[in-house]
């Protein structure tokens, strides 16, 4: 296979019709490296329009909804970005380039070493991953929760816990992908001022649910 006909294949024939057309994020996607964050027993599939299996039963995003993410996001460099969902570290990767810090956030233990390694060896070093359940929001170790400027769950949520607003600053974006199969709809959500927030239906999809997704309440926006 050659790797980088393979990439430009990947991003003219799924990422640009996605509407990805941001030059900067077309060209980031050639700048971090999607098959070095790919397990190697799958690295084969590091260019198709699929999510790709990680230890545990997690998915990577497919190719696509990742650029989709990190485009609508529009992190710049002075921002804090909060991920939920570290995987093999490849949207934080994404982010980092973009972001002045990222806090990603992982329950499987082996998932946050891979992605602890992965970050590691290809020299993200804007990047701290957290081992905890971030499915309703993070509490950092010192027990309070931040605000950030981005927050990006990878994976989806059946609802938006309450919380998520809260951990938003005003100005702040928030993509995540709502609903249950076979609905599911990746959301932009804006915090305009303390008490109010904007939502934009960014496109239709499916996605994997993020573990320990299942939230009693929501909050509406």
């Not at 027990?143 to 309450?162: N, R, T």
């Not at 100005?171 to 076979?182: M, Y």
């Not at 709809?185 to 994997?208: G, M, P, Y």
């Amino acid at each position: 296979m050659n790797i980088e006909q393979a990439r430009f294949n990947m991003i003219e024939q799924q990422i640009r019709p996605w509407n990805v057309l941001a030059q900067d994020i077309l060209d980031l996607l050639t700048v971090v490296k999607r098959e070095e964050f790919v397990p190697a027993a799958h690295r084969s599939l590091a260019f198709f329009d699929t999510e790709i299996p990680l230890p545990g039963g997690e998915n990577m995003l497919a190719p696509k909804m990742e650029a989709r993410i990190v485009q609508e996001a529009n992190v710049k460099k002075h921002e804090y970005v909060l991920e939920i969902g570290a995987g093999s570290g490849y949207m934080a990767a994404l982010l980092a380039h973009k972001a002045r810090h990222v806090t990603t956030v992982e329950i499987s233990p082996e998932l946050k070493s891979l992605a602890e390694q992965n970050l590691s060896d290809y020299g993200v070093a804007n990047v701290d991953v957290q081992l905890g359940n971030g499915a309703q929001g993070w509490t950092g170790a010192d027990g309070k929760a931040g605000e950030y400027d981005v927050i990006v769950i990878s994976g989806s949520l059946p609802f938006l816990p309450e919380a998520f607003g809260k951990q938003l600053k005003v100005g702040g974006r928030l993509l995540a992908i709502i609903g249950t199969e076979p609905v599911m709809t990746l959301k932009l959500i804006t915090r305009t001022s303390e008490q109010s927030f904007d939502t934009v239906n960014v496109v239709e999809t499916v996605a994997k649910p993020l573990h320990a997704a299942a939230a009693p309440s929501h909050f509406t926006f």
